[in-house]
């Protein structure tokens, strides 16, 4: 096992440094900004379906789901498709309605997830064409799908999920250019450039993994912390629901994410001296939206740490710790933003002594209902 853990101390930790290759791997051969190649062979006959589909559902549950959501912006700007992500779960059990024209597109680490691949049966039997994005080759879920695209991430070990997440981005924001393309919603201009920010991302994460040691000193201050929130707007909502969600899984500590305008809906009652709010502020087109929600939380005295574009110099002045991450585009911002957030998850569970690969209660992948 020390082998398989390569020098790391657990396969968390290895995982979420191994993101600079999963990503590139995930991209390899499939898509290339100088020949302006892109390909995904798994597509098969089916992609004409996607790029006349009316309505693309996704189905998926944890953090799949979440990387549907992130999907759901970059399918709406780039391919004008309008998208409803679903928990599998729910979606299977209310007698959903799929019209012709409708695709549904299963997100799943493990292919082996049962609520996911009842969801794909239900929606299968009502005729509709389904796409998988799988890590596992040959798992149930990409077997019953009519087509799909590997991510191609390797074996995750640890059971909350890090370089699955950013290899199934990569090959759903893969999927939304090819469709984009082909549809005609995104001018060549466009699509070279994105192709360009795609291709760049492994350095931006490798960037990104340098603030491991920042990061370590943000977790000694607030590992006692008993609630944490987590904000963001835009392509960076689903990113505050996932770093929620891993802070949660790995070290017990109750964590919320929202969309940082909601916040004052509710969460806003939460905040006090004690509170630590995880803002995901980089530079993108909410961004004066969110220096206002950051201020709102610090008028209530809540202690801010915020994710930031590198050279910003509004918002470090109003967090208590700032932790920068290369430029993006937006839309490809959560494959960078998330970064800081999984090793703040890690390091906080490691000091509190949790067995960080395999929390209480949570399994790899939930086969039974
Ligand atoms: C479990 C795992 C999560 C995962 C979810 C969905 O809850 O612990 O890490 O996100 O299942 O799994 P899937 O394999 O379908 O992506």
Redesign the pocket.
């Known amino acids: 096992e020390a082998i398989e853990k390569g020098g790391f101390e657990h396969f968390m930790i290895k995982e979420i440094f191994e993101q600079t290759r999963s990503i590139k791997d995930c991209m390899r051969g499939r898509l290339d900004s100088q020949t302006g190649r892109l390909v995904l062979g798994g597509l098969r006959e089916y992609v004409n379906k996607l790029v006349n589909a009316d309505r693309i559902i996704i189905v998926?549950?944890?953090?799949?789901w979440h990387a549907g959501l992130v999907a759901e912006y970059f399918f709406e700007e780039f391919c004008r498709i309008p998208v409803e992500v679903e928990y599998a779960s729910e979606f299977r059990y209310r007698n959903p309605i799929i019209r012709e024209g409708d695709v549904v597109i299963a997100?799943?680490?493990?292919?082996?997830?049962a609520d996911?691949l009842a969801a794909i049966e239900l929606a299968k039997s009502k005729g509709a064409i389904i796409f998988g994005v799988c890590n596992v080759v040959g798992s149930s879920i990409a077997r019953t799908t009519h087509a799909g695209a590997y991510t191609h991430a390797g074996p995750e070990i640890g059971?909350?999920?890090t370089k699955?997440f950013t290899a199934q981005l990569t090959v759903l924001n893969m999927i939304a250019l090819i469709v984009a393309n082909k549809k005609g919603t995104i001018t060549e201009q466009k699509l070279h450039e994105l192709l360009v920010e795609m291709e760049n991302i492994p350095s931006k994460v490798e960037k990104a993994l340098q603030l491991n040691e920042q990061i370590q000193v943000v977790a000694e201050t607030f590992k006692d912390a008993r609630n944490f929130l987590y904000l963001g707007r835009g392509y960076n909502f689903p990113v505050a629901l996932e770093g929620a969600l891993k802070l949660k899984e790995i070290s017990y500590i109750h964590a919320e994410g929202y969309p940082a305008a909601e916040m004052k809906h509710g969460p806003i009652a939460l905040i006090d001296e004690e509170m630590p709010v995880v803002f995901i502020a980089t530079k993108d087109s909410s961004y004066e939206k969110i220096v206002s929600n950051i201020q709102e939380v610090k008028a209530r005295k809540g202690r801010v740490i915020s994710i930031v574009t590198e050279g910003d110099d509004l918002i470090p002045k109003m967090s208590e710790f700032t932790i920068e991450v290369p430029a993006v585009h937006e839309a490809l911002m959560p494959m960078v933003s998330t970064i800081p957030l999984q090793l703040l998850s890690y390091h906080i569970a490691v000091m509190r002594g949790c067995n960080v690969d395999q929390p209480r209660n949570?399994?790899?992948?939930?086969t039974v209902e």
Do not use: N, R, W, Y
């Open positions: 998926a549950c944890g953090t799949s997100i799943s680490q493990s292919g082996e997830t996911t059971v909350a999920s699955a949570l399994a790899k992948s939930v």
